[in-house]
């Protein structure tokens, strides 16, 4: 038994298809967890929850999301399951009944195969890594009431994070390095990601010089993403951040620099000023 739990609404989402994918590839029964109602719960909530849920079930597995919150509940639930965690996986097979998980080691440069000796297994899987399940197919959808936080961490309140689409979501990013500018550049990128109805990221290096806010990272301390197109301005193209895009379909490179290590990874390269082009395809798609 396999159990795949994100915190995307019942029925399940794009990213819990692809986690229902994953078990797919393993030909075993598989049921899906929303946690969407444990958004207002804390971590220690949500660990007991699904703990409960995995022995009673049986599962060898647990799939989570490798986001923020999975990577903050996996080595939480592995611990109490007496299990193993095994993070940003991009692959599995079965070899002589043994499970083995493929993730990306040395900041997305070479890929490492793990087998754990202790099972279940709870295990962090990035998106875009397997193919989604059909939406229609038949999926036991199993019920966990995850209760309120007990107090440990008060919420004082909330604000939104930036303007735009979530880059998870986002079939279009448009994202920004060093060489976009300052917060000028990153306004000129949520224009044009607006035009394309894409979402915006950022490097690292902008979001160090705070021209943008942190839940826009790409890369290896950041965000992982799998959009249809993805547009680098002003990005050398770190292994840092390449952690990040690898399951981009295509990538668009735009740097004033002909030997970034981004053109190697870019289906497309264009040698100019990162700022120029954005304000030219800003004016001919409003024109």
């Known amino acids: 038994m396999i159990v795949a739990a994100t915190w995307e609404a019942d029925p399940p989402g794009r990213h819990g298809l692809e986690l229902l994918g994953a078990a797919a590839t393993l030909g075993r029964e598989a049921a899906f967890v929303s946690l969407g109602s444990a958004s207002g719960s804390t971590p220690d909530a949500v660990v007991a929850a699904l703990a409960g849920l995995a022995r009673e079930r049986g599962a060898r597995v647990v799939l989570l999301p490798a986001d923020e919150q999975g990577g903050e509940v996996a080595p939480r639930l592995a611990e109490r399951l007496g299990g193993t965690a095994v993070t940003h996986v991009v692959g599995v097979t079965e070899s002589d009944g043994r499970l083995v998980w493929t993730r990306p080691v040395f900041g997305g440069k070479a890929l490492a195969s793990v087998v754990a000796t202790v099972e279940p297994v709870v295990a962090t899987v990035r998106r875009g890594a397997f193919e989604a399940a059909p939406a229609g197919d038949a999926v036991e959808v199993a019920a966990l009431t995850v209760p309120p936080g007990d107090g440990t ?86 292994s840092q951040h390449l952690a ?11 740097n004033t620099d002909p030997d970034a290590p981004i053109f190697r990874t870019a289906r497309l390269g264009v040698v100019m000023d990162g700022r120029q082009l954005v304000s030219a395809l800003i004016a001919e798609l409003e024109r």
């Open 244 to 254: 990040g895009i690898g399951g981009a379909k295509v990538v668009v490179a735009v």
């Open 153 to 238: 961490v008060e919420l004082l309140g909330s604000e939104d994070a930036s303007s735009g689409a979530a880059l998870e979501e986002a079939a279009v990013i448009v994202s920004g390095g060093a060489g976009i500018g300052g917060h000028e550049g990153f306004a000129e990128l949520e224009a044009l990601a607006r035009l394309l109805g894409g979402a915006v990221g950022a490097s690292l290096a902008e979001v160090d010089n705070g021209w943008a806010p942190p839940e826009r990272q790409v890369g290896l301390t950041g965000k992982s993403v799998s959009p249809d197109v993805y547009f680098a301005f002003g990005i050398s193209g770190a």
